[in-house]
């Protein structure tokens, strides 16, 4: 295991009808921006509760996050944020709103024309204004990291940062603002959070017995409630895929370890390019990724076919295929195609992403960097 820090600041704050507590973690004197979607949070009671916890606050309302949120957008929540001297930023909403938030409380106190390079990595953020989330959709874990993934429409790109100020001071997880999600969202949820878990466990053994009981712990759980959750509405199933996507990325389960991520980078290249959701992409590109990348992977993966899904017959290679092979029907139970032929996307946009990966200088990726762009082209291939 490798030497490590860990500190995570976020409060969270967990179940039925805690929303009404938001009044209690926000500075009484504090000027604040609600920030939105297109509107979902309307429909299911969600915003009642928040306007009726902030019954005296000051507060202005910014919506319209789109889903993989757009720098076009966000800079417009930034110039609000700077001429109406915002002190602390409420999102609420997904993944998509939650991330949108982070770049605007980071870009909103950053000199004007730097904005951009925050996702580029040319500009880092000395402060950022306060935010906190009430989240409505369990996948991303972005309640509880300090990551956030921004596309931008004029460079066809989608970039993600992390920034120490971006730890939401507290996050609201009530199950049941799942209830009205989509059958679709709800699987893309799910596989989400699966596979910010393997991108963290299937990697090597490292010698971690700690962080891979508790990977293995996610994923267990996601499995056992994943088919009922994306089909009933449950309060415990709710809690527990939620508490379990909240886990699966708050960099507890990774701590001291080589980490993966290829899948996602594939992953976000496939949104930006065809306009996939991002679960739908991860349930695509990982089972592929695992057969090409099986023989590196072997051990955590036997390990995986072992304790994950209690395969004990066959030679090695026999167990791996066979958890390679449950992997992808247990996306398809939940509902999500695995192939891109199944969402029409031609067969050109193997080399196209190659191609991408290579002038962007991303040439090595995965847990041994051994993940070449024509590797990835190989990965794209098997996912037809
Ligand atoms: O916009 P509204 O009207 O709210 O509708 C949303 C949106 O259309 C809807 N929705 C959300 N909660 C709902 C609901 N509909 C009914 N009932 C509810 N309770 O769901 C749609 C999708 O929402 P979105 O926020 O886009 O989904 P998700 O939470 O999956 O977020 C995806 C984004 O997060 C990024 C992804 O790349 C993508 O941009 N990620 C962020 C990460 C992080 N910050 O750590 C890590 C992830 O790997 C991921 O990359
Ligand atoms: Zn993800």
């Given at each position: 295991?490798?030497?490590?820090?860990?500190?995570?600041?976020?409060?969270?704050?967990f179940?039925?009808?805690?929303?009404?507590?938001?009044?209690?973690?926000?500075?009484?004197?504090?000027?604040?921006?609600?920030?939105?979607?297109?509107?979902?949070?309307?429909?299911?009671?969600?915003?009642?509760?928040?306007?009726?916890?902030?019954?005296?606050?000051d507060?202005?309302e910014?919506?319209?996050?789109?889903?993989?949120?757009?720098?076009?957008?966000?800079?417009?929540?930034?110039?609000?944020?700077?001429?109406?001297?915002?002190?602390?930023?409420?999102?609420?909403?997904?993944?998509?709103?939650?991330?949108?938030?982070?770049?605007?409380?980071?870009?909103?106190?950053?000199?004007?024309?730097?904005?951009?390079?925050?996702?580029?990595?040319?500009?880092?953020?000395?402060?950022?204004?306060p935010?906190?989330?009430?989240?409505?959709?369990?996948?991303?874990?972005?309640?509880?990291?300090?990551?956030?993934?921004?596309?931008?429409?004029?460079?066809?790109?989608?970039?993600?940062?992390?920034?120490?100020?971006?730890?939401?001071?507290?996050?609201?997880?009530?199950?049941?603002?799942?209830?009205?999600?989509?059958?679709?969202?709800?699987?893309?949820?799910?596989?989400?959070?699966?596979?910010?878990?393997?991108?963290?466990?299937?990697?090597?053994?490292?010698?971690?017995?700690?962080?891979?009981?508790?990977?293995?712990?996610?994923l267990?759980?996601?499995?056992?409630?994943?088919?009922?959750?994306?089909?009933e509405?449950?309060?415990?199933?709710?809690?527990?895929?939620?508490?379990?996507?909240?886990?699966?990325?708050n960099?507890l389960?990774?701590?001291?370890?080589?980490?993966?991520?290829?899948?996602?980078?594939?992953?976000?290249?496939?949104?930006?390019?065809?306009?996939?959701d991002?679960?739908?992409?991860?349930?695509?590109?990982?089972?592929?990724?695992?057969?090409?990348?099986?023989?590196?992977?072997?051990?955590?993966?036997?390990?995986?076919?072992?304790?994950?899904?209690?395969?004990?017959?066959?030679?090695?290679?026999?167990?791996?295929?066979?958890?390679?092979?449950?992997?992808?029907?247990?996306?398809?139970?939940?509902?999500?195609?695995?192939?891109?032929?199944?969402?029409?996307?031609?067969?050109?946009?193997?080399?196209?992403?190659?191609?991408?990966?290579?002038?962007?200088?991303w040439?090595?990726?995965?847990?041994?960097?051994?993940?070449?762009?024509?590797?990835?082209?190989?990965?794209?291939?098997?996912?037809?």
């Amino acid at each position: 295991m490798n030497n490590f820090e860990y500190q995570n600041p976020v409060r969270i704050v967990f179940g039925k009808g805690q929303i009404a507590k938001i009044k209690d973690y926000i500075p009484s004197n504090a000027k604040v921006l609600i920030t939105c979607g297109g509107g979902s949070i309307k429909q299911n009671g969600v915003y009642e509760q928040v306007i009726t916890a902030l019954s005296g606050f000051d507060y202005k309302e910014f919506w319209g996050i789109e889903p993989n949120p757009r720098y076009e957008t966000l800079m417009k929540a930034v110039e609000v944020v700077r001429n109406e001297n915002i002190t602390f930023i409420l999102a609420v909403g997904g993944g998509s709103v939650v991330d949108g938030t982070k770049f605007i409380a980071n870009a909103a106190l950053a000199p004007k024309g730097q904005e951009w390079n925050i996702l580029k990595g040319k500009y880092i953020p000395l402060t950022a204004v306060p935010l906190a989330t009430v989240l409505t959709l369990p996948a991303t874990g972005s309640e509880m990291n300090a990551g956030a993934v921004i596309s931008r429409n004029e460079t066809v790109e989608k970039l993600a940062f992390h920034s120490p100020f971006s730890y939401p001071k507290f996050s609201v997880l009530d199950p049941e603002t799942t209830f009205s999600l989509s059958a679709r969202q709800r699987a893309n949820g799910v596989v989400d959070a699966f596979v910010h878990v393997t991108e963290q466990y299937l990697t090597f053994p490292q010698n971690a017995p700690i962080q891979d009981r508790f990977a293995e712990g996610i994923l267990l759980t996601l499995i056992e409630n994943g088919k009922k959750y994306c089909t009933e509405n449950e309060y415990d199933t709710a809690a527990n895929i939620m508490w379990a996507s909240t886990l699966a990325l708050n960099g507890l389960i990774s701590v001291g370890l080589v980490t993966d991520w290829a899948t996602h980078v594939i992953g976000h290249e496939l949104t930006v390019l065809q306009g996939l959701d991002h679960g739908q992409t991860l349930a695509v590109v990982l089972p592929s990724l695992l057969k090409v990348q099986k023989e590196q992977k072997a051990e955590k993966l036997l390990r995986f076919a072992k304790n994950v899904w209690h395969i004990c017959e066959g030679t090695d290679s026999e167990k791996i295929n066979l958890a390679i092979t449950k992997t992808e029907e247990f996306f398809r139970e939940l509902g999500i195609k695995t192939k891109l032929t199944e969402y029409e996307i031609p067969q050109t946009i193997s080399h196209e992403i190659s191609e991408r990966l290579k002038v962007r200088g991303w040439k090595l990726l995965g847990d041994r960097k051994d993940i070449t762009p024509e590797k990835v082209e190989e990965i794209l291939n098997f996912c037809f």
